[in-house]
């Protein structure tokens, strides 16, 4: 089991926490669920509700639209970033490639948390808009 100063850091590697502090991202590393999962093992599938944030903390992911692998996602990556704000269906099947340990952030702890401290929310937006600003220039070249 990772620390919570572990759990910090590995959260603070994500871009959706670039510009929150580490005291910030302490209360969502407090909620992290930490599991340790099979191989082969389908953490969530296509069209299926969106429930939260996932960081692999070791082993990997593959991200499957139909039967074609559109990603695949290693230690410290995360997926599901979206689905804290979207509620539209997932648009793809996340499934373990090997044993994996991932952290899991709820929608719910996620917005509990943003409740309790919305000072959170300007370096959330803060990541949105640059986000939002990268995507446009990059269509505009």
Same mark, same amino acid.
């Given at each position: 089991m $990772? &620390?919570?100063?572990? *759990?910090?850091?590995?959260l603070q590697n994500i871009d959706l926490f670039s510009h929150v &502090? =580490?005291?910030?991202?302490?209360?969502? =590393?407090? $909620?992290? /669920?930490e599991n340790v999962v099979g191989p082969g093992q389908v953490l969530y599938r296509e069209n299926d509700a969106p429930d939260g944030l996932y960081v692999v903390v070791s %082993?990997?992911?593959?991200?499957r639209r139909g039967q074609e692998e559109i990603d695949r996602? %290693?230690?410290n990556? #995360?997926? %599901?970033?979206? =689905?804290?704000?979207?509620? /539209?269906?997932?648009? =793809?099947t996340a499934t &373990?490639?090997? /044993? #994996?340990?991932i952290l899991f952030i709820s *929608? @719910? !702890?996620?917005? @509990?948390?943003?409740?309790?401290?919305? !000072?959170i929310i300007q370096g959330l937006f803060k990541h949105l808009v640059l986000r939002i600003? %990268?995507?446009a220039t990059a269509v505009g070249t």
């Open positions: $990772l &620390t919570i100063i572990e *759990r910090v850091l590995l &502090t =580490a005291e910030q991202v302490s209360f969502f =590393a407090a $909620l992290a /669920e %082993g990997s992911v593959a991200m996602i %290693g230690a990556g #995360s997926f %599901g970033v979206w =689905a804290l704000f979207d509620d /539209e269906p997932r648009i =793809a &373990t490639l090997e /044993e #994996s340990r *929608r @719910d !702890d996620f917005y @509990d948390v943003l409740t309790d401290h919305v !000072d600003r %990268g995507l």
